[in-house]
């Protein structure tokens, strides 16, 4: 015997609760499936357990995606303002920290908390811990044989081993790659080929990037220095640019810079940074080396941390103890380039254990903006960041999570 439902919503994270909430709340009949033990464990770590959960200035620009106009539908009809005022319902504290990007006050149990309580409010019932073995078509709609997964311990409903699932619509909702140690699968893209729709290949993004350990060697002892840079890669409309906060690693450069610039970065192609954006280095000390007293060390370490000052210095190959004006112009321009332009060849990334998010997925070309379902398979949607979606960071994935949940939500 199958169970009945209008709707199988299939990953209990940020999209997948939100599109049950809202199917669920519009009077379908919703069942939410998790392998997990745990709810939306994604949700609990983000923003240092904080839950960094939307930007004030979430925009289309604010994404890459192959297809880049495809965003635009789903987060015109879902705001961060909308987001804004379910927090409120439900007294959730919040506050802005940076550049539009709003915390919970106290912790992103809130925020959990908040969307069991919206599923409730419509009825969702729950298959949790549970997999799914097989996806096939049915003459309606869908059929989802489940397996149960492990002891049940999460109080979400009951894990059926061997139980069929029967649904009019399917909503993918089971992210992408990141962080497997919680959870993370390629579910959704497995699915996705099953019905012979297009997954642009996915790659680790808002990730950390590493180095030769030979020619990152001079750089090690700078290990936990953070500045605000300038850093760029691409080309033309590939072309990413930041001004954020950089952190030197034992094995790389880490930080909010290159996170961001992570998700524009191919394999092979370089970096440029700007260590002191706000000042032309080799114009500066030419123009002023006559009157400059203290050495060269001494004098960088007003625009930059004394160690980054005699690190750098020392793996450019200059001396700290060195004069300004007994240097040559051609050394002071330099060592301005070398600040202003430095150029690296990242050799990779932490991969997905360290990055936040996936970059690639279900090629929304084969999607409807309004709906979020397959056109070629009528009643599968897939939502989140389990499609070809990638936000900046700073809470833009998030809102995507939320605008993509809600557009299927509407329709399945």
């Not at 997990?36 to 925009?59: H, M, P, Q, V």
């Not at 993370?184 to 297009?198: I, M, P």
């Not at 380039?337 to 998010?357: C, D, F, I, M």
């Amino acid at each position: 015997m199958a169970t009945e439902f209008d709707v199988a919503v299939i990953g209990a994270g940020a999209a997948g609760m939100m599109c049950a909430a809202a199917a669920g709340q519009r009077g379908r009949s919703v069942v939410l499936i998790d392998h997990a033990t745990r709810l939306a464990e994604k949700i609990r770590i983000s923003g240092g357990g904080r839950c960094n959960f939307t930007n004030l200035d979430t925009g289309p620009a604010n994404f890459l995606s192959e297809n880049p106009h495809f965003c635009r539908s789903a987060l015109s009809r879902y705001t961060p303002q909308d987001f804004l005022g379910l927090m409120k319902r439900h007294r959730i504290a919040y506050h802005e920290k940076h550049r539009g990007q709003l915390f919970c006050d106290r912790s992103a149990e809130g925020v959990i908390a908040m969307l069991r309580a919206e599923c409730d409010a419509g009825g969702v019932q729950w298959r949790m811990p549970c997999k799914v073995g097989a996806i096939d078509k049915a003459a309606q709609g869908f059929r989802i044989g489940l397996e149960a997964a492990g002891s049940q311990g999460s109080g979400h409903g009951s894990a059926q081993g061997g139980e069929t699932i029967v649904a009019n619509s399917v909503v993918i909702a089971t992210g992408g790659l990141s962080i497997p140690k919680i959870g993370a699968t390629d579910f959704a893209f497995r699915v996705a080929r099953q019905f012979d729709l297009k997954v642009i290949e996915p790659r680790p993004a808002l990730v950390p990037l590493t180095f030769d350990e030979h020619a990152w060697a001079p750089f090690v002892p700078l290990s936990g220095i953070a500045l605000e840079v300038e850093v760029e890669t691409g080309e033309r409309k590939s072309r990413g640019h930041f001004k954020e906060d950089l952190l030197f690693t034992h094995r790389g450069l880490s930080g909010p810079a290159v996170l961001q610039i992570s998700s524009f970065w191919q394999a092979g192609a370089q970096l440029t940074l700007n260590l002191l954006p706000q000042i032309d280095v080799a114009a500066t000390l030419i123009a002023e080396k006559g009157t400059i007293r203290k050495n060269l060390g001494n004098h960088l370490a007003q625009w930059l941390p004394a160690r980054v000052a005699d690190g750098w210095l020392a793996a450019n190959d200059f001396r700290a103890d060195a004069r300004p004006a007994d240097m040559p112009d051609r050394e002071l321009r330099r060592l301005g380039t070398s600040l202003n332009a430095w150029q690296v060849h990242p050799n990779g990334s932490e991969g997905y254990r360290k990055a936040e998010v996936t970059r690639g997925g279900v090629d929304t070309r084969a999607l409807s903006q309004q709906t979020m379902m397959a056109n070629a398979v009528p009643g599968m949607h897939f939502i989140g960041e389990a499609v070809d979606v990638t936000g900046w960071l700073g809470g833009y994935n998030f809102q995507w999570a939320w605008a993509s949940g809600m557009a299927a939500g509407l329709a399945a």
